[in-house]
Structures are given as structure tokens and as C-alpha cells.
Nanobody, 129 residues
Framework: QLQLVESGGGLVEPGGSLRLSCSVS????????IGWFRQAPGKEREGISC????????YYVDSVRGRFTTSRDNSNNTMYLQMNNLKHEDSGVYYC??????????????????????WGQGTQVTVTS
């Protein structure tokens, strides 16, 4: 059974960093598209980063490009979101997502043109001074 378990959220001051982890069980990360979404209070869920694991092609939404980095460790089937220089507007619930082949381009998933098949439970990130 495919399962995604997130960890790493919490409170952080503006300018600080956090790393979110998402452990995937029941399927391999070797050939997939993985993604991170964010839902701020009162707003729709937004795709902020999506990556094709076979070649590392990644899409980042403009608001996080240059500050956030998606990565994966195939050996332990875990995906990560490194978040640096965090801002108040980065606060929200962060969700990891996963889709096996057949695959669409990564940005299709972040833009909502393609749908992820599996989601994590979400982890809260709060950026506050």
C-alpha cells in the first residue's frame, strides 16, 4: 500500500530555514514525479515544486524559486524540501505528493493539468517573528 509520511514542519523566524521530509513506502521513487504543495489559510492549495526523479527536471513557482530546493534520496525512498530565507507568506500546510508512471512533465502537476495519485497528510509551517 502506497503511503507518504511527512515530517519537519514547525515554527521559524523570517530568514530562517526548514527542511521537510516525506517518506514514501509501497512504491519506488526511482521513476516518478514528486511534488510539494502549500495551502495558506483562506487560499487554495498551490503547487510550489514538482520534480521528475529520473532526470531531476524540476519546476518551482516564482515565489519560491531560488529559496526552495526539492531533492530525493532513492536509497531510503525519501523526498525533501529545503526551504531557506523563509518569509511570512511561506506559512501554511505543506503537502508532499507522488505519481508513478506514466508521467506528465513536472510543471503539469504543479499547475494542476495532471493530478498526483498519492498525498501526504500535511505538515504545518509557520513563519513568525
Amino acid at each position: 500500500q502506497l503511503q507518504l509520511v511527512e515530517s519537519g514542519g514547525g515554527l521559524v523566524e523570517p530568514g530562517g530555514s526548514l527542511r521537510l521530509s516525506c517518506s514514501v513506502s509501497g512504491f519506488t521513487l526511482d521513476t516518478s514525479v514528486i511534488g510539494w504543495f502549500r495551502q495558506a489559510p483562506g487560499k487554495e492549495r498551490e503547487g510550489i515544486s514538482c520534480m521528475r526523479t529520473s532526470d531531476g527536471e524540476a519546476y518551482y513557482v516564482d515565489s519560491v524559486r531560488g529559496r526552495f530546493t526539492t531533492s530525493r534520496d532513492n536509497s531510503n525512498n525519501t523526498m525533501y524540501l529545503q526551504m531557506n530565507n523563509l518569509k511570512h507568506e511561506d506559512s501554511g500546510v505543506y503537502y508532499c505528493a507522488y505519481d508513478p508512471p506514466p508521467l506528465a512533465p513536472p510543471f503539469y502537476y504543479c499547475k494542476g493539468y495532471s493530478s498526483f495519485g498519492s498525498w501526504g497528510q500535511g505538515t504545518q509551517v509557520t513563519v513568525t517573528s
